[in-house]
């Protein structure tokens, strides 16, 4: 082999080298994008998968707040409309009980005037 001819061979086999490292270095770049579109693609999957998670139980947190709700206010009603029948303000004649339980208070108001004016 002549010396032009190692010459041809050893910058041959530099510029095989010189390739294998530009080929190693795209490797490395392709395999790290890959890598991260994984990762993306996990975390977007995830990401997701709790989003709908977290509708899920926001739906059943908002019925049953609901339902709460429906039965204090329900309660509240009962209440009232208990009260009302009490005091006889749950019929027709509401205005006139008010009145007789007006002209009541009254007499007991004058009552206890003169009582305490006789000590």
């Not at 329900?74 to 339980?101: P, T, Y």
């Amino acid at each position: 082999m002549t010396k032009t001819d190692q010459i041809k061979a050893k910058f041959n086999e530099a510029e095989e080298f010189a390739r294998k490292i530009w080929l190693a270095g795209l490797g490395a770049y392709g395999k790290s994008i890959d890598e991260a579109q994984g990762r993306y693609e996990q975390i977007s999957t995830e990401t997701q998968k709790m989003f709908e998670e977290l509708v899920v139980k926001g739906e059943a947190l908002e019925e049953d707040a609901k339902g709460k709700f429906k039965q204090t206010t329900s309660e509240v009603e009962e209440r009232v409309a208990d009260v009302r029948k009490k005091l006889g303000l749950d019929n027709d004649n509401a205005d006139q009980k008010i009145e007789e339980l007006s002209a009541k208070i009254d007499a007991l108001t004058e009552a206890v005037a003169k009582l305490a004016a006789a000590k």
